[in-house]
């Protein structure tokens, strides 16, 4: 009897652990576009276009290669509206006895998913660590910290390794790497693709049955094949890497991708392979073609940082998705999603949001994240943003991103203190403050910057918690040492601010 083999939207890539263990001459592929996976929050229109298009260049590839591959479109008229839905349709109309997958990179779906009758579920291999193996590191840890995973990574990889130890003497090279914004003059752009007959008919199935989705579905230009993700990359490598790692905290107005890869969207659906992209990084440095700040600020962003998130996301359970240690309430300001304030950085940022569904990493931890941490907003809320409006977003990576670096609701686990910045950080990464309506200089009254006076407020707001925390020490004195009236003033100044976020 043939076996169901279901392959989800962001598991687009040949040797997947279910197409390894499936048989081509008699198992049959299921690939389905489901409302529910569309709709559990309002995805980016271009996100959802990217995920269907590429499903169905995935579908066609796999077709190439022989599979018999059964393809369900949003618009089929049978379409029941959810994978377990579809699954049960499929079984009985190929007469299938049971279903072999990819484990899903959602708690969410995992456990429905664990629950389906008939159904083996396998471990995601795409990825350099394995969650079991992160679960045992992690356990009984006192502190987590991403620099001893990413020296492991290092080891076990053979990255930037001469023989055991890192080139060039040193683990990692940040702090070459947060220079200021270059000159607006000869900066790259993120290779651009024009949409084929398959990407223009999903094009226009998401205009029709996602009109009342966050954000601007065209213009469209990302890749939705496995060769324009290629592209893209070799495009990466050839124009950016050279300088990513020194303009790596950089913004720009104007400039939305400065020398960042732009691969995530690619890299998370599976169509870019981790360590194969490290080991290119590592030739172009070998080479001499980049400088090593910049190829070991890439490869500990893929084997640190994306690995360790995801490996604390398994780790933590479904649970971590409503961690609040700060308590933070305030609803999410609806600026968020239109971009009409006057500060000139969020502005910024979130109207590159909306259109282009992308936003580079200092932008949504230093800016986004930075503003919704000091203003007290709902992680669980903001989570829910992020996940929603990022083409690369996927729970796994996003939720401790969001939870644990970015707004410290985890109390610590992940980052070791919260990422919390006065405006005077955002003025020296960026030229947003010149065309702002506050004065980043300004400390009090109606023309102060909003993040010196939510800085100061956060800081007195947590007081008593972060004092148990070494790095937050120095910022806490320099507060212990105001006087009780300037103490007073600056509460009353951020609150104002606060209560106009209403
Ligand atoms: C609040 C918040 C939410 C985020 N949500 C997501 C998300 O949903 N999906 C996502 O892929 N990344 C997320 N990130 C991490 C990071 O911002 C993006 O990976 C990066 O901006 C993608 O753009 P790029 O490809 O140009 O990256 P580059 O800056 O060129 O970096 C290269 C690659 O490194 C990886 N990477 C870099 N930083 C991280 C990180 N902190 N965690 C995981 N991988 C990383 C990505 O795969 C990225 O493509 C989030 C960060 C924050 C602060
Ligand atoms: S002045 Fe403050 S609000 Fe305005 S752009 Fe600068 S940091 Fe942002």
């Given amino acids: 009897m043939s076996r169901l083999i279901l392959v989800l939207g962001d598991q687009l890539t040949p040797g997947l652990s279910s197409l390894q263990a499936a048989d081509r001459a008699s198992d049959v592929v299921l690939m389905a576009e489901v ?3 569309a709709r559990y929050v309002r995805h980016h229109k271009k996100k959802i276009a990217l995920v269907f298009a590429a499903m169905r260049h995935f579908a066609a590839e796999l077709r190439e290669q022989g599979w018999r591959v059964d393809y369900v479109p949003l618009d089929d008229p049978g379409n029941s509206g959810s994978l377990r839905g579809e699954v049960e349709r499929a079984m009985v109309r190929h007469g299938c006895g049971a279903v072999i997958a990819t484990e899903p990179g959602e708690w969410r779906l995992m456990q429905e998913m664990a629950q389906w009758p008939a159904t083996t579920l396998l471990d995601d291999a795409r990825f350099l660590a394995d969650r079991h193996g992160f679960a045992r590191w992690a356990q009984g840890r006192k502190g987590l910290r991403m620099e001893h995973f990413y020296r492991l990574m290092r080891r076990k990889t ?7 130890q890192p080139a060039g003497g040193q683990w990692n090279y940040d702090h070459d790497n947060r220079e200021r914004p270059p000159g607006a003059l000869g900066l790259p752009t993120p290779m651009r693709f024009a949409p084929d007959a398959v990407t223009a008919e999903v ?8 009109p009342d989705h966050f954000g601007d579905l065209t213009p469209f230009w990302f890749g939705t094949t496995r060769d324009q993700a290629r592209a893209a990359f070799d495009h990466f490598l050839t124009h950016a890497l050279a300088d990513f790692g020194r303009y790596q905290d950089a913004m720009l107005t104007g400039h939305r991708f400065l020398h960042h890869a732009v691969v995530s969207p690619y890299l998370n659906l599976g169509l870019l392979d981790p360590l194969d992209m490290c080991q290119r990084v590592e030739a172009a440095w070998r080479a001499g073609l980049v400088p090593l700040n910049s190829a070991e600020g890439f490869i500990r962003q893929i084997i640190g940082w994306r ?14 998705a409503a961690s609040n240690a700060l308590e933070a309430k305030r609803p999410l300001p609806a600026f968020y999603w239109t971009g009409d304030t006057p500060m000139a950085c969020l502005r910024a940022c979130i109207t590159q949001t909306r259109e282009e569904a992308y936003a580079h990493h200092i932008q949504r931890l230093m800016v986004t994240g930075n503003f919704a941490l000091l203003a007290g907003i709902d992680p669980h809320e903001l989570h829910e943003w992020y996940l929603a409006v990022y083409a690369d977003a996927y ?10 670096m970015s707004q410290f609701a985890d109390g610590g686990l992940l980052a070791s203190k919260p990422y919390a910045a006065s405006g005077a950080y955002i003025q020296r990464m960026s030229d947003y403050c010149g065309s702002c309506a506050y004065d980043v200089k300004a400390k009090e009254g109606a023309k102060a910057c909003p993040f010196n006076l939510l800085y100061w407020h956060f800081i007195a707001r947590h007081a008593e918690r972060l004092r148990g925390n070494a790095r937050m020490g120095p910022m806490l004195r320099v507060w212990d040492r105001f006087a009780p009236e300037k103490q007073a003033q600056l509460l009353r100044d951020g609150q104002a601010f606060l209560d106009t976020l209403r």
């Fill in 203 to 210: 094009l226009d199935l998401v205009a029709r049955r996602f």
């Fill in 307 to 320: 690995e360790f998130v995801r490996g604390i996301y398994w780790w933590r359970g479904p649970d971590y």
């Fill in 35 to 37: 409302m529910a996976e």
């Fill in 395 to 404: 729970e796994w990576v996003e939720l401790p991103n969001t939870i644990g």
């Fill in 158 to 164: 053979g990255l930037l390794m001469e023989g055991d």
